[in-house]
T-cell receptor, first 119, second 110 residues
């Protein structure tokens, strides 16, 4: 049981390049999300998905694209990288939405993070 | 925004002392959660408290929730050097994603 797996761990991009951060979970979780973490800013939600084929925007979605073709995978695409996207990115998953009334056993699992530098 | 705000931003204590971190938020919530993040690692879920609960315990952790004041506190008793980490509160409303605060950096000096 691998939990939540993010790749790559480290990446350096040039301004304007595109790339995809991969996130996979093997726990059959319906809910997946992407956060970015910047110094002094805590974690900010980029996009999230409540199930295959369903995605929605979070607090800071601009410049990012997501899709959820399978329950297991939730890739995050940077369309045209900018220095402002230099950050640490975390993928997270849980059985259902964190604010669900049914929260018993709904632990949220985070990946280990992807460090992205845009130069 | 319902974003939680932790206080203090940084805390340094001696091993064996208790550490208290506070979290305030702005809107009504379904539950509040605390996470720990070791340097360079992902977040680890510590404890969840529902809006109709006032206190929860887990090992050396004690969490309180005061919905009238829209605040929560995390108490770590008899702290250890291994407790050195950043601690985040996160709030959730019904059927919504988690919203995180900016965190408290805890340093426990041996």
């Amino acid at each position: 049981n691998a939990g939540v797996t993010q790749t790559p761990k480290f990446q350096v991009l040039k301004t304007g390049q595109s790339m995809t951060l991969q996130c996979a979970q093997d726990m059959n979780h319906e809910y997946m999300s992407w956060y970015r973490q910047d110094p002094g800013m805590g974690l900010r939600l980029i996009h999230y998905s409540v199930g295959a084929g369903i995605t929605d925007q979070g607090e800071v979605p601009n410049g990012y694209n997501v899709s959820r073709s399978t329950t297991e995978d939730f890739p995050l695409r940077l369309l045209s990288a900018a220095p402002s996207q230099t950050s640490v990115y975390f993928c997270a998953s849980s059985r259902t939405v964190p604010g669900s009334i049914e929260i018993s056993g709904n632990t949220i699992y985070f990946g280990e993070g992807s460090w992205l530098t845009v130069v | 925004s319902q974003q939680g705000e932790e206080d203090p931003q940084a805390l340094s204590i001696q091993e064996g002392e208790n550490a208290t971190m506070n979290c305030s938020y702005k809107t009504s919530i379904n539950n509040l959660q605390w996470y720990r993040q070791n340097s360079g690692r992902g977040l680890v879920h510590l404890i969840l408290i529902r809006s109709n609960e006032r206190e929860k315990h887990s090992g050396r952790l004690r969490v309180t929730l005061d919905t009238s004041k829209k605040s929560s506190s995390l108490l770590i008793t008899a702290s250890r050097a291994a407790d050195t980490a950043s601690y985040f509160c996160a709030t959730a409303r019904v059927d919504t994603p988690l919203v995180f605060g900016k965190g408290t950096r805890l340093s426990v000096i041996a």
